[in-house]
């Protein structure tokens, strides 16, 4: 069985994966290849790390909008997290997921936790977010 955690629905979706987990904040812009899906920031703790396909769980991104348009282009080439878990309402992860949705029928769930779920989470625990927000974490994992 799991953990559910319930998180407030930015962006609704559905996701599963592996959490990619950091506690600093992340910059699209000159930190991520849209191309390959690779953290490139070389001081982030993450750097080297692919997050396609993974559930990025980052507290909020540093920087300007251009994250929107950097996570716009890695969602339509395939190369975005499947989905991203924040403390807040980040408007730049947002906006990208609901730009994609509408250009080009894609998006990605945005959720945001209270702290102190954010802080239970970590680096490789399975996830499945549900449209209601909701994280169900697998715990029976052999």
Not at 9 to 17: D, T
Not at 23 to 48: A, K, Q, V, Y
Not at 90 to 116: C, G, R
Request: zero cysteines.
């Amino acid at each position: 069985m799991g953990v559910v955690i319930q998180g407030v629905p930015v962006v609704r979706g559905r996701a599963q994966g592996l959490t990619l987990v950091t506690n600093e904040p992340i910059s699209f812009w000159g930190g991520f290849d849209h191309h390959t899906g690779e953290i490139t920031d070389r001081r982030h703790p993450l750097s080297g790390q692919n997050a396609t396909g993974r559930i990025l769980v980052v507290p909020f991104t540093r920087g300007s909008s251009t994250t929107t348009a950097v996570l716009l282009e890695a969602i339509r080439s395939g190369t975005a997290p499947a989905a991203i878990i924040t403390t807040s309402v980040d408007s730049f992860f947002a906006l990208a997921s609901i730009v994609a949705d509408e250009m080009y029928a894609k998006s990605i769930p945005i959720i945001a936790l209270d702290s102190s779920s954010f802080s239970s989470l970590q680096t490789g625990m399975e996830l499945e977010i549900m449209e209601d927000g909701s994280i169900h974490v697998r715990t029976d994992i052999n």
